[in-house]
């Protein structure tokens, strides 16, 4: 392949530019946190939470993390989710919840599996093991 060969492939269009940007990762990140919020066993990790905030912060990681050019510049997460107690039912509720707004807003399945995959490899940092284990 020449060097002309390569200027004229078209570009790989990100997850992010696909689902309609920063519109459409807007929606889903409120869709997502009115179903984290209506979940009981979610609701008590929100109390006295900014979620303005939040909710900025999930769209430029959920846009970063779709290739967009929103760039995340909150806290590390695992700073962020410390001493939240935090478990992996938990976690596993929050990705549900993640792929039920993205399915719900009619993002392909393969851009959903991308993207929760990528959301998915955040666990070690969010999730607290317990000192006393079984």
Same mark, same amino acid.
């Given at each position: 392949?020449? /060097? @002309?060969?390569?200027?004229?492939?078209?570009? *790989?269009? /990100? !997850?992010? *530019?696909?689902? &309609?940007?920063?519109?459409?990762?807007?929606?889903?990140?409120?869709?997502?946190?009115? #179903?984290?919020?209506?979940?009981?066993?979610?609701?008590? %990790?929100?109390?006295?939470?900014?979620?303005?905030? #939040?909710?900025? %912060?999930?769209? $430029?990681?959920?846009?970063?993390?779709? &290739? &967009?050019?929103?760039?995340?510049?909150?806290?590390? @997460?695992?700073?962020? %989710?410390?001493?939240?107690?935090?478990?992996?039912?938990?976690?596993?509720?929050?990705?549900? %919840? #993640?792929?039920?707004?993205?399915?719900?807003? &009619?993002?392909?399945?393969?851009?959903?599996?991308?993207?929760?995959?990528?959301? *998915? $490899?955040?666990?070690? !940092?969010?999730?607290?093991? /317990?000192?006393?284990?079984?």
């Amino acid at each position: 392949m020449n /060097s @002309l060969d390569l200027q004229t492939q078209p570009e *790989a269009q /990100s !997850d992010y *530019a696909a689902v &309609g940007g920063a519109p459409a990762v807007t929606a889903v990140v409120n869709r997502f946190y009115e #179903l984290v919020l209506a979940d009981d066993r979610l609701l008590k %990790h929100f109390e006295g939470i900014e979620m303005v905030r #939040l909710k900025r %912060h999930q769209v $430029a990681l959920v846009s970063q993390v779709m &290739g &967009g050019p929103v760039a995340y510049e909150g806290r590390d @997460l695992r700073a962020a %989710h410390a001493n939240m107690g935090i478990t992996a039912e938990e976690f596993g509720a929050v990705a549900e %919840h #993640l792929i039920a707004a993205l399915t719900e807003a &009619g993002v392909p399945a393969e851009i959903v599996d991308r993207t929760v995959t990528a959301v *998915a $490899a955040t666990q070690p !940092d969010i999730v607290e093991v /317990s000192a006393t284990q079984d």
